[in-house]
Nanobody, 119 residues
């Protein structure tokens, strides 16, 4: 199983970005992919999660109405569309096969993708 994040960039506050998590190696759709983020000096936190088999999704309160998670079944990727970005959304974004930080083994985190939001 391999997950690779991409799409991070520098954006002005109020702008948009779309992150991608390329997923490979699964033989079933019965799993969930979560997006997480970590800002400097802060703990890693869950942002959103989607269960591939039925599309059920979850969002942290601080991104509800601004972020949308989706499953691109053609490309085999989980997207995170981020709109109306705020400076506090900045950080390194990671995807993982889980919806909770505590369920991800320490050595399972990838490189992440950097999101910078200028005010």
């Amino acid at each position: 199983v391999q997950l690779v994040e991409s799409g991070g960039d520098l954006v002005q506050a109020g702008g948009s970005l779309r992150l991608s998590c390329a997923v490979s190696g699964f033989t079933t759709d019965d799993y969930s992919i979560g997006w997480f983020r970590q800002a400097p000096g802060k703990e890693r936190e869950a942002v959103s999660c989607i269960r591939r088999i039925d599309g059920n999704s979850w969002y942290a309160d601080f991104v509800k109405g601004r972020f949308t998670i989706s499953d691109d079944t053609v490309e085999g990727a989980i997207r995170l569309q981020m709109n109306r970005l705020k400076p506090e959304d900045a950080g390194t974004y990671y995807c993982a096969v889980a919806c909770h930080v505590s369920m991800v083994p320490v050595d399972a985190w990838g490189q992440g993708t950097q999101v910078t939001v200028s005010s």
